[in-house]
């Protein structure tokens, strides 16, 4: 193996440069994996901008990977060369309060490869070899590459716990998609996606939403969920998008006495408006959730194997490494892309 590889660096915000970079060294306790695919996640853009991690550039980013090992530490249990695989990239002390509590999350050194550290927008990348997940036969590397997405959906769709028969609500249709098929697949009726796209929201009704609602064409979502509701709102609402409107409306269209569920990320210093008075008299409740961790992954990687989740209407198209900026500014300007993958493997794009 050659010591060099390629990898897309982002420098500074708003610069991104292919180059060769040393293939990252492993410790005992390491595997290095040969990268696949990655799929680009809104999380990379905010990288790029400087909106994340701008204290951790230079940097590569990219979280959501499959790949095959092709080096193993001398502690790696259980793991071998040629090995499909994809790893959890959520990493904490182990020893402090939240670690012992089983919440790594909350760890005050969390941190997440590719969004921490150095990630799979490269030739070659390495995890500790206790978080890696070998990949069922029958996932394709874009599939093991979605297991992370999936996994962060599956972390919230637990902490919601909607029951059988109970109305669901989600505003947002990139990953509001998924909410919407995990919804459908906890037994909720009817469950309601709502987003500003019609193409994502026929995906989203392929997927299992009983309602789509085009934002574009209806102004007032909240009296329309409430239509949809016997006139009380939403058993549970998912707030996919992260804008501040966009809880405002979340907390407005769940029924008293239900569930909003906190997915999509807002900036640091922005807040909402919300009314303690329907958290008390109301008994509005929040869950939330940041990324999917230890038991999502495998529950993700079930779900995958066993066609329970069927992400393929959902990947629309797979660039050669060096594109991964234009794959990011066409990301934001595009309406037709869902996911877009990115390989070091492939030298010009392939359409799903
Ligand atoms: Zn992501
Ligand atoms: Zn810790």
Redesign the pocket.
Known sequence: MSVMMKAAVIEKPGVLTIKNIQVPEISDDEVLIKVKVTGICGTDWSIFTGKYSADKLPMVAGHEFSGVIVKTGKNAQNLQADDRVTADINM?????????RGS?L?????TQIGIHTNGSYAEYVKVPWEQVHKLPENLSFEEGAFIEPLSCVVHSAKAMQADLGSSVAVIGCGLGILHGALAKLRGAAPVIVIGDNEMRLNVAKEMGADYIINTNEVKDIVSEVRKLTEGRGADYVVEAVGSVATYEKAFEMVRPGGTVAAFGITGGDETIKIRPFDLVLGEKKVVSSCAGVGNDWNESIKLLEYGRIKPKKMFSMEVPLEELQAALEQLRTDSKLIKVFVSPEINKRVIF
Do not use: L, Q
Request: charged share 25%; hydrophobic share 25%.
């Open positions: 904490s002390c182990g020893i402090c309060f939240y670690c012992r790594k909350m760890c005050k050194d969390f």
